[in-house]
Structures are given as structure tokens and as C-alpha cells.
T-cell receptor, first 115, second 113 residues
């Protein structure tokens, strides 16, 4: 059983460009969350998707947007890239989507470098 | 807002030494508390959790007790191994919060033979 997978592994972009990161959740999971982990920092919650809708959002600007597909996979889009967007982007999946906590399983991340 | 404060590393210990990584939290509501571990080149993994006051989470020889009176969740292990070298994150989640997890800054542990 494959765990959470993310693509690409690494990505280099320049300021002002747009980027799309992809995530496939663990089998049986229907909820996907995205986190940004800057170098030397803890992950910060960006948003969560369940039933193809954004369920909750952290303190990130509208340049960060996402999508969830019927097969539960998800994309994270970042527009007008800034140098400060350079980070490891983590995807986490879980089941249930309800109010009770279900363990999240994290992918290995996508390392984004903005030059 | 909700936040987690943990001791900054790096922490360097000899094999078989005792480990403590301090973690305190601030939360509106009644959080669940977690320790996650990130081994080199791997994704975050849940190490242990506690969902109510005085609960003790444990896994792989690691333990942490949910102390509501001191708002703390310190991670301990009696005898560390080289394979425990990793970054450890203290984190919290508010019940009913749709799994939005708030992480601390992370503490890098290096265990030397």
C-alpha cells in the first residue's frame, strides 16, 4: 500500500511565476491537508480539502489556492511567487473528514526554491 | 492564537543517555497534543499523542504526559540510540478543529555512539 505521494520532489521557479504541486493520498483516505515548512521551522497549516471543498484555511494569502479531485487527490497552486515562498510543502491525508481527530499521514514533501 | 513552544536544538547526546525535550503550549479550547518525528529524508511521522489531561502517550520507548496545570507535554526517553537521531516536533490540535495541527519549531536530536 503506497503511502502519501507527492510530485515533483524538487522544483525551482523564479519570482512572479506560478507553480502547481500534486498530492495523492493514502489509500482509503478522503481528506487532504497542505502545510508549508520553511527551513528550520515547523510546518504551518495552509488549508484542508474534503469532498472537493476547502474545509479550513490557515493564515496564508489568496495567492495560495488548491483543488481536490473526485479521486481525492489534490493540487496546491501558488501564484506570483515570492522568494519567501521557498519551503518544503507537505501534504497530509486522513480519513473521516469529521470533527474528531484521525491520524494524518504525511508525504515526503516537495522542495520549492524560488530564485 | 494557538501556539507551541519547544526547546531549540540541536541537542547532542551520547548513546544510552536520558533525553528530555521540553514543550509548552497555549491554546483556546481543549487541545490534543502530539509529538511528531522527522527522520532524515523522510516525511513526518506521528510518534505519540495524548488527548486529555494526565494522559501519557508512549511509543518506541518515548513517553510524554499531558500536564494541563503547567500546559506542558515534555518528551522523554530513558536510553537513546543512534537511530533516534531526527527532528522532533511538538504539536497540538483543537478538538473539532478539522485536524488543523499547530506545530512547534522542531528540535534536532543527534545521538553519537
Amino acid at each position: 500500500d503506497a503511502g502519501v505521494t507527492q510530485s515533483p520532489t524538487h522544483l525551482i521557479k523564479t519570482r512572479g511565476q506560478q507553480v502547481t504541486l500534486r498530492c495523492s493520498p493514502k489509500s482509503g483516505h478522503d481528506t487532504v491537508s497542505w502545510y508549508q515548512q520553511a527551513l528550520g521551522q515547523g510546518p504551518q497549516f495552509i488549508f484542508q480539502y474534503y469532498e472537493e471543498e476547502e474545509r479550513q484555511r490557515g493564515n496564508f494569502p489568496d495567492r495560495f489556492s488548491g483543488h481536490q479531485f473526485p479521486n481525492y487527490s489534490s493540487e496546491l497552486n501558488v501564484n506570483a511567487l515570492l522568494l519567501g515562498d521557498s519551503a518544503l510543502y507537505l501534504c497530509a491525508s486522513s480519513s473521516g473528514g469529521g470533527s474528531s481527530y484521525n491520524e494524518q499521514f504525511f508525504g515526503p514533501g516537495t522542495r520549492l526554491t524560488v530564485l | 492564537g494557538d501556539s507551541v513552544t519547544q526547546m531549540e536544538g540541536p541537542v547532542t547526546l551520547s548513546e544510552e543517555a536520558f533525553l528530555t525535550i521540553n514543550c509548552t503550549y497555549t491554546a483556546t479550547g481543549y487541545p490534543s497534543l502530539f509529538w511528531y518525528v522527522q527522520y532524515p529524508g523522510e516525511g513526518l511521522q506521528l510518534l505519540l499523542k495524548a488527548t486529555k489531561a494526565d494522559d501519557k502517550g508512549s511509543n518506541k520507548g518515548f513517553e510524554a504526559t499531558y500536564r494541563k496545570e503547567t500546559t506542558s507535554f515534555h518528551l522523554e526517553k530513558g536510553s537513546v540510540q543512534v537511530s533516534d537521531s531526527a527532528v522532533y516536533f511538538c504539536a497540538l490540535n483543537i478538538d473539532g478543529g478539522y485536524q488543523k495541527v499547530t506545530f512547534g519549531i522542531g528540535t534536532k536530536l543527534q545521538v553519537i555512539p
